[in-house]
């Protein structure tokens, strides 16, 4: 699971609440205030330092603004910020965390994107188990890494995900990441200190990091593509804007696969022209691959990176062990680097070293241990490709049985059983959100994306009929 990014939830106070409730009312005029939402945070050391510890109880849809308008006109005097304006919150974060405080036993969970079990658990697998086991037993120290992060992940990860076989790039590069967010970062930093153009083409809809991690680097972000309201791909118009807007040197981020959020993956011929196209064009590719193995399988959904690899003068691979490997919080991920020309890939590797290391110094070493523990292991590699199908078998089923329930949900579901993955997009207004939330209990954030992996035998029918609900509610009001 991810971190939490606040606190635990804790008692109410009567008192304030009517404050809580007017603040809250004025900065989301569309959520219906309610007693469960009060939390209790401690603030950060750097506000301790002008209100003295204290603990105070505020409204969890303000934990993220609330302490800028706490800080009163005497103590702002004497603080070391100008201006702090305030900000929103992460929508996708807020509404997962008003799940985690909703204590209804029928609450059904679709934000935040973790793989769940039939039972509603992320467990750990029993690989990544047994290679902790190990580690346990074998460490012998906790002295510094690399920049480059733990150098078996950095040899495995390459050989699995680019056998040399498939690949014929001249040189490649590992980098171990802070997650697969964090190898987007180093991308997207690298790219702009050392592009002409510091453009990047995001398509749309995209993962919803993916224009702050890219903003964030400094890179002008600008989008191509274009959806209906499923998220459904427009082939001509993104090869439209690759062929004739985007200009050589621009950078593109491609899903190869399980797109997030709709599940609506280019077929073969599409990546295929796609990735030609962009090649012709001089494009350079980051192709962010966050659910290996979760789509069509482990060899499928890596041999679309493959043909690019093979191909560009230079290419970014973006690869999170979190969903896989189940290993989110242990923040695990890798950058490599492509790259037709000898030499290239190589020479970009000290600056790749030098961003990290004034970033982080280095990635945490657990993680990238348990997973270059399990691919160097035989047997313990071939019990996680186990478990990794079950997984990928489990979304499969999913996404058929909820698409057999499309005359009971009264809508149109064939878009499910067609995606891959773990995500699906549902045309939900925000009234619908908020009635799914308060009648049912069922969380879903406001892009209306669905993480199938939190539907189960015990939860679907009763999904699908709130579905229907909605049509009875929009067709009451209309
Ligand atoms: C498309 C995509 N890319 C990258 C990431 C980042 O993964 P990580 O949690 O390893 O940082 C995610 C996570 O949800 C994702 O969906």
Request: charged share 20%.
């Amino acid at each position: 699971m991810f971190l939490s990014k606040i606190g635990t939830p804790c008692k109410f106070l009567s008192s304030t609440m009517e404050y809580e409730h007017e603040t809250l009312r004025k900065h989301h005029p569309m959520q219906e205030p309610c007693n469960s939402h009060i939390f209790h945070i401690q603030f950060s050391p750097c506000y301790f330092t002008v209100r003295k510890k204290r603990e105070i109880e505020i409204p969890f849809y303000n934990a993220w603004i609330q302490p800028y308008s706490w800080l009163h006109d005497e103590s702002r005097n004497m603080s070391p910020l100008k201006s702090l304006p305030a900000i929103l919150p992460d929508p996708l974060l807020q509404v997962a965390q008003l799940a985690r405080l909703d204590r209804r036993p029928e609450k059904i969970d679709l934000t935040i994107g973790v793989y769940r079990d039939q039972h509603g658990q992320t467990p750990v697998l029993e690989s990544v188990k047994s290679a902790e086991k190990h580690l346990l037993e074998t460490e012998r120290t906790k002295s510094y890494l690399s920049t480059d992060g733990v150098e078996q992940f950095c040899e495995e990860i390459t050989g699995f995900l680019l056998p040399r076989g498939e690949v014929t790039c001249s040189d490649i590069v590992t980098i171990q990441a802070v997650g697969g967010t964090g190898a987007l970062s180093l991308a997207a930093e690298f790219l702009c200190r050392f592009t002409k153009n510091r453009t990047v083409w995001v398509p749309v809809p995209a993962w919803s990091n993916h224009v702050p991690v890219m903003e964030r680097s400094g890179l002008t972000v600008r989008r191509l593509g274009r959806s209906d309201s499923l998220g459904r791909r427009d082939f001509p118009a993104f090869m439209r804007v690759i062929r004739h807007q985007a200009r050589p040197g621009d950078i593109i981020l491609l899903q190869p696969g399980c797109h997030n959020p709709t599940g609506d993956d280019w077929t073969d011929e599409e990546w295929s022209a796609i990735a030609d196209a962009c090649i012709a064009s001089r494009l350079i590719p980051i192709l962010d691959v966050a659910y290996h193995g979760l789509g069509r399988g482990l060899h499928d959904d890596i041999s679309r990176v493959h043909r690019v690899f093979s191909q560009a003068e230079i290419a970014f691979l973006s690869y999170s062990c979190s969903k896989n490997f189940s290993l989110y919080r242990e923040r695990v991920g890798a950058l490599i680097v492509g790259g037709l020309k000898r030499g290239l890939a190589m020479a970009i590797h000290p600056h790749l070293s030098a961003i990290a290391r004034a970033a982080y110094s280095m990635p945490p070493s657990h993680g990238g241990s348990i997973v270059g523990h399990i691919l160097a292991n035989e047997a313990l590699r071939r019990i996680w490709i186990d478990e990794l199908a079950d997984m990928q078998n489990r979304l499969g089923k999913i996404r058929s049985t909820f698409a057999c329930h499309q005359a009971l949900a009264g809508r149109d579901l064939r878009h499910v059983a067609d995606g891959h993955g773990m995500f699906t997009l549902l045309p939900l207004s925000e009234q619908n959100l908020i009635h799914l939330r308060k009648k049912h209990a069922i969380y879903i954030p406001s892009s209306g994306r669905i993480n199938l992996a939190g539907l189960n035998a015990g939860n679907l029918s009763r999904f699908a009929y709130a579905l229907s609900q909605l049509n009875n509610q929009s067709a009451v009001s209309a």
